[in-house]
Structures are given as C-alpha cells and as structure tokens.
C-alpha cells in the first residue's frame, strides 16, 4: 500500500489560485555581472518585494483563508522568529480577524515592530530554553485560537511553494533551484513544483553552517536535531526539520549547501551594491551559495528564491558596514 504525498504539484497550483489577487508575483531580475561572476545564467526571485517583506504571506494567507468563519472569529495564532509572525499579523488584519504570536525574545526588533504594527499580540519566551510549540499550543488552547504554523501543514507548503510556481512559469525550465532552508516548508513547496514540472531539475538547498540540521538529517535518513544555532540567518536558525516537510524534502532534495555568516555577510553587500536589493541574512544565503562557490560546478540556468529583506537600516549597517 503506497501512502499518498501530503503535497502535490496541484495542491501549489491550487494555492496560486487562492491567494492571487492577495500576494504581490514578484520580480525575477537579471544580472550580467552576477552571471559573468559565478559562470551561469541566474534568475533571482526577489521575495524581499512580497507583501510584509518575506515569502511567508504566501503560505499564511493560504492557510488561513480556508478557515471556517467561527474560527477566524475566534482568532488565530502562530509562533515564528519573524517572518511568520509578520505575515500571520498582516493576514488576520486583512481577513478581519485578531492574532496571537509567540515570538523569541531575541527576534530582530524590526520583525516584532512589525508584527505588532500589523496588530497582533507578541508573547515572548526565550529560543534557547523555551518550547515555542509548546507555548503557542498551550496558548491557542486556552483561547481557543486556530494555530498556523510557519511550515508543519501542507496549505503552509503548498501556498510557499507557489514562489517556485511563478519562477518557472516566467523563465521557462531551470537546470538547478537553490533555496534557503530553515522548517522545509519553501523548500518542500519549491521541489515540490520543480520536480512536478522537470523530474532532472537539480535541487540545492542552503542552511547556515551553525545550522545544518536538515544536511544532517538528509544524510542520515532521518530528522536529527542539532544544538539551537547562533547565526546572523534569524529565519534559519531552528534545530530539527519539520516532520512534514522533511518527509517532502528527503524524497526530492539532491543536496544541501552550507554557508558561513561572512559569506552571508558579503551576499548581502554584493545585493545592496551591485543588485540594488536590500536582503535580510536568511534571504541572502542562496546568493552567498553561488557567490562562494558552494554549489560545485552550475549548470546553465539557475534559479534562486531570495526569500525575504527585513532588517532595519541599523542592523544592515552591523552586519555589512565597513569599520572605519
């Protein structure tokens, strides 16, 4: 007995249907310099142009959208280090509805200004000896709150993978995807409609080398945990994949790429300067990929989704200023 995949090329065309007219399709933009650099033609799907400033309002307001009006009556609820929770917050706003938002004391200030300024409640707790599951479960109960959560559900992936959906239907076939990996649900969404529309595609994910939980688990068959990672890529830095996910992502992931925070560092400068893109660290990672040269040998067409560009000036200014 074969068990069905918890997500399909259809279940991402659906989605797109969905949230078409809510989500902005974003810009795929060229670079002759960028090309010439890393030897390849490159497509950078800029997520950092989407609404609330990340890729995560894709698969928020695909979720949320289909719930019942006794439930968005209630409320919603959510935990998220900082792009979840921001699109969590402009969701319930747009549906007419409240919402709760579990969110790391250390989360970047930007992201927790904006979530609140969408809004929603933050309740924080401390990443590295708090159970945000546990805490925003326990929470949603006792309110009697829908828990989204940022990648575990497939209306989460499949409404993500949409980004992919676009990228491939505006350039045409890919040889390889590259995409930033913190749950798996971009990840999942992305091969998901990569391999539904051309089983070779190559798919290279990237995770932070302070967080390489899903390399880890990938290469052992299985999810493994690692220690909870201190890295400057926010969005990435989670210590075990998602069930579900990992569950999409071990049947279509060909490889993982590792990244330093220097060479996260200099993707980000390399966007400001040459690109004219302000990307939070998370969203820079597949540019730092290439820019390292940590992807081997590309084929001729690659696509990168950059998955977000929250960060405030000031915080840009630290992690990419020169000293003086």
């Given amino acids: 007995m074969t068990t069905a995949p918890p997500l399909t090329l259809d279940d991402v065309r659906d989605a797109a249907a969905r949230i078409k007219g809510a989500v902005h399709r974003t810009p795929v933009v060229r670079s002759r310099t960028l090309d010439a650099l890393v030897g390849a033609e490159v497509f950078l799907k800029c997520e950092n ?25 209630r409320g919603i609820a959510a935990y998220s280090s900082g792009n979840h929770a921001q699109a969590v917050a402009l969701v319930a706003r747009e549906l007419g509805t409240t919402a709760v938002i579990v969110m790391p004391e250390d989360a970047p200030r930007a992201k927790r200004a904006a979530t609140e300024g969408y809004g929603a409640e933050v309740v924080s707790y401390d990443r590295y000896s708090g159970d945000r599951v546990a805490i925003a479960g326990a929470l949603a109960a006792e309110r009697g709150l829908t ?13 993500q993978g949409t980004a992919a959906l676009e990228l491939l239907e505006e350039v045409g076939e890919l040889d390889a995807l590259v995409v930033p990996v913190g749950g798996g649900g971009l990840m999942a969404g992305s091969a998901t409609v990569a391999k ?10 990237v ?22 990672p201190r890295t400057i890529a926010d969005g990435q830095a989670l210590e075990i994949p998602g ?20 060479e996260i560092r200099a993707a980000m400068k390399f966007a ?37 560009g929250n960060i405030d000036a000031e915080r840009f200014g630290l992690l990419c200023g020169s000293p003086q």
């Fill in 49 to 73: 142009f989407q609404r609330m400033g990340a890729f995560k309002f894709r698969g928020a307001y695909n979720a949320a959208s289909r719930l019942a009006p006794e439930q968005l009556a």
């Fill in 147 to 159: 828990l989204i959560p940022p990648y575990e559900h497939p209306h989460i992936m499949a409404g």
């Fill in 196 to 205: 539904g529309l051309r089983s070779g595609i190559r798919m290279i994910g």
């Fill in 207 to 228: 995770e932070p080398e302070a967080g390489d939980d899903t390399r880890r688990s990938l290469a052992a068959g299985r999810r493994v945990a690692v220690p909870v």
């Fill in 243 to 262: 069930e579900l996910t990992f569950s999409v992502n071990r049947r279509l992931v060909d490889e993982i790429a590792l990244v330093s925070d220097d």
């Fill in 272 to 308: 400001f300067e040459r690109l004219k893109i302000v990307l939070e660290p998370s969203g820079a990672t597949p540019l730092a990929v290439l820019l390292a040269g940590r992807a081997g040998p590309l084929p001729r067409r690659v696509g990168l989704i950059l998955s977000g």
